[in-house]
Every structure is written in C-alpha cells, then in structure tokens.
C-alpha cells in the first residue's frame, strides 16, 4: 500500500526566505504528483501537478521537483509571504485506480 | 466557470442517525471522488465514480455508500453515525484521470 510521508511537519519562517518542503512516497509507480494548499477549515486548492514522467514544474513563485526512482518530491517557495500561510499537502496518483494518497501536511507559517 | 460545489457547508447530527452530503463536479468532468479529512491528518479516499460506475473504494465500512447520477452529481451517504465519522468530508472531479479538483468540503460534527 502506498505510503506519503511530508517533512517537517510544521514550520515557521521569516517572511522573504526561501523555503523547501519535502514528501516521500513508499511505491514508486506512480501516475502524476500533485500538491494543495489547504487554508484552516477549507478544502483543498490545486497549486502543482507534475506527471510520472516529468521532472518539474513551476507556477509563479513556486516549483515542485520529482525523483520517482527514489520517492522523492520537493516543493520550493521562493520569497515567503504571510499569505502562504497555509498547510501543504502532497499526493500521489497510483498507476492502477486514480484514486490520491495523501501525506498528512507541512503547516507553514510566515511571519511578517 | 463554476468548480466543484458540495451542500451543506456545515452539519450536525446525532450518533445513530444518517446523512446525505452532495456534490456537483466541474462542467465536463465525468469523475467524482469522496474523501474524509479528520482533524490534522491528510484526506483519506472513500469512493471514486466515473460515468455512474464505482471504480475504487477505500477502506471505509459498509455505512458508507455513493452514486453517481446521470448528470455526474454524486451524494455520499452514511448510515448509523459513529462520533469517529466527524470530519471535513471533501468532493474531487477530474476528467477520466490527472489533476484532481476539490470542493470547499462539508464539515460534520456527530454529536
């Protein structure tokens, strides 16, 4: 059974640094990734989707990398602001039902 | 162009009684997934339906049942509620397969 796992799992950092957050996954066939922000109480917003075939992808400020030989995903946000304030999650697509696991989120606060 | 929607916003019931929630994919998608969100854990999947057929269902017991209508609305019941079934429960729609949209979720509170 596939397994998501996101590092660290809260973090806090001054508003303009740059940061990383990290997702691994136990099986490595995969059909795509995508990471979501979730705002408290919300649903989930798409930011990225990046296919089993793909390396990267980047949207404004952010880029999400994929190494799917060794489970590995990272989401870069460059020039923190107080409004990615937010939890991030990461999921992945399986190759048989396309249904997402989902790690359990990265809450990121932002200070001003 | 509207995204995915999902009635009520909020709900609160008693342990015993049975709920409906619903969802309204966005315009052409043709897949709905349900999943359930506890509090500070990442969404767990119930149901996927594509074209009114169920194609998954995760591990969620025989209380939790779906459809899916010919407009590609669906509804996600559940029957004989447990204090354990409160949660934020989250609608997704995509085409056949790729990137999934998700609704603003109903949050259930079983009292």
């Known amino acids: 059974k596939q397994e998501v796992t996101q590092i660290p799992a809260a973090l806090s950092v001054p508003e303009g640094e740059n940061l990383v957050l990290n997702c691994s996954f136990t099986?490595?066939?995969?059909?795509?990734l995508q990471w979501f922000r979730q705002d408290p109480g919300k649903g989930l917003t798409s930011l990225l989707l990046?296919?089993?075939?793909?390396r990267e992808q980047t949207s404004g400020r952010l880029n999400a990398s994929l190494d799917k030989s060794s489970g590995r995903s990272t989401l870069y946000i460059a020039a923190s602001q107080p409004g990615d304030s937010a939890t991030y999650l990461c999921a992945v697509e399986g190759t048989g039902a396309n249904n997402l696991f989902f790690g359990t989120g990265t809450r990121l606060t932002v200070i001003p | 162009d509207a995204g995915v929607t999902q009635s009520p916003t909020h709900l609160i019931k008693t342990r015993g009684q049975h709920v409906t929630l619903r969802c309204s994919p966005i315009s052409g998608h043709k897949s709905v997934s349900w999943y359930q969100q506890v509090l500070g854990q990442g969404p767990q999947f119930i149901f996927q339906y594509y074209e009114k057929e169920e194609r998954g269902r995760g591990n969620f017991p025989d209380r939790f049942s779906a459809r899916q209508f010919p407009n590609y609305s669906s509804e996600l019941n559940v029957n004989a509620l447990l204090l354990g079934d409160s949660a934020l429960y989250l609608c997704?729609?995509?085409?056949?397969?790729?990137?999934?949209?998700f609704g603003p979720g109903t949050r259930l509170t079983v009292t």
């Open positions: 990046i296919q089993s075939s793909q």
């Open positions: 997704a729609s995509s085409l056949a397969r790729g990137e999934q949209y």
């Open positions: 099986d490595s066939a995969i059909y795509n």
